[in-house]
């Protein structure tokens, strides 16, 4: 799962014309692993498919599926405060809806999602993976056309692997880009050029996107994904160094279309 950084530095990258993708990956439960796709279908308004589709809720329930609103990321469980999920590998078939968890190398649990009893299976491992970590019983929760993203828009993540680089430097050491669960890896553009693409329209192929946010980010990305081990202080180093605690950006589908990794992005003329 490791999106490997290209040895190119940033100075080399920004003679490219335009950024193109490098990866595009998902997270189908909320908090657990990411899966890398080949192509993704863009629709207006919504999200990658079977992105942040389910999460795993503990402790009283707040989440009502027949009248589904957004809830904080506190409600569920994530990286932020059960580093311990980044040592789960997890695999999920779109098709069948199971979920298949990892530990080690070894499968130690399998469920399908649509069902109780699949939920049931999930949710008794999380019990005894995270015993003391958990407000209460965890249950697995979805509903239709909503999705468990860290804000309340339906959106696309997207991450510049070369603002990522210049987060190596800062930090001193390597930096997963997978700690800050994008949605769509870019390279070729300067590090922290693209906070100027805030309310921007992108183009990839025929998808367009308007860019409305910068991404605040949180503890989560303190956590290596793949060791779960609380190893940097990456918000605190950026707040001390740039004022701010910012990487990477929100954006809406507005067009939808195909994206492949190597697709370009462009900024769109006014119009």
């Known amino acids: ?34 899966e890398r796709l080949a192509r993704a279908q863009l629709s207006p308004g919504e999200t990658l498919p079977f992105d942040r589709h389910y999460a795993i809720e503990h402790g009283k329930g707040h989440f009502d599926a027949s009248a589904p609103r ?41 469920g399908d999602l649509r069902t109780r009893p699949g939920r049931q299976i999930i949710e008794d491992f999380m019990t005894g993976y995270l015993t003391g970590e958990l407000r209460g019983p965890p249950h697995i929760v979805q509903a239709d056309n909503h999705s468990f993203s ?25 930096v997963n880009p997978l700690r800050f669960r994008a949605n769509i890896y870019f390279d070729g553009l300067p590090p922290w050029k693209e906070f100027d693409w805030l309310d921007q329209r992108i183009e990839i192929g025929a998808a367009r996107l ?49 994206i492949r990794p190597g697709d370009a992005l462009r900024v769109a003329a006014n119009r």
Not at 157 to 173: K, P, Q
Not at 241 to 255: F, I, Q, R
Request: net charge positive; glycine share 6%.
């Open 70 to 110: 957004y809830l904080p990321k506190i409600h569920f469980l994530m990286l932020m405060r059960h580093e311990r999920l980044a040592g789960l590998e997890t695999h999920f078939d779109e098709k069948t809806q199971t979920l298949k968890i990892s530990h080690n190398g070894r499968q130690v649990a399998e």
């Open 150 to 174: 860290d804000v309340a828009a339906k959106c696309v993540h997207l991450i510049n692997l070369a603002t990522v680089r210049d987060i190596e430097d800062l930090v001193r050491r390597p």
């Open 1 to 34: 799962m490791l999106l490997q950084q290209d040895p190119m530095r940033r100075e080399e990258r920004a003679l490219s014309t335009n950024p193109i993708i490098a990866e595009i990956y998902r997270y189908p439960v909320k908090g657990l692993g990411p």
């Open 210 to 258: 308007k860019v409305f946010a910068r991404t605040e980010r949180c503890a989560a990305t303190n956590v290596d994904p793949e060791t779960g081990w609380r190893d940097l202080a990456i918000p605190a180093t950026l707040l001390k160094t740039y004022g701010h605690s910012d990487v990477g950006l929100y954006a809406s589908v507005k067009t939808g279309g195909v």
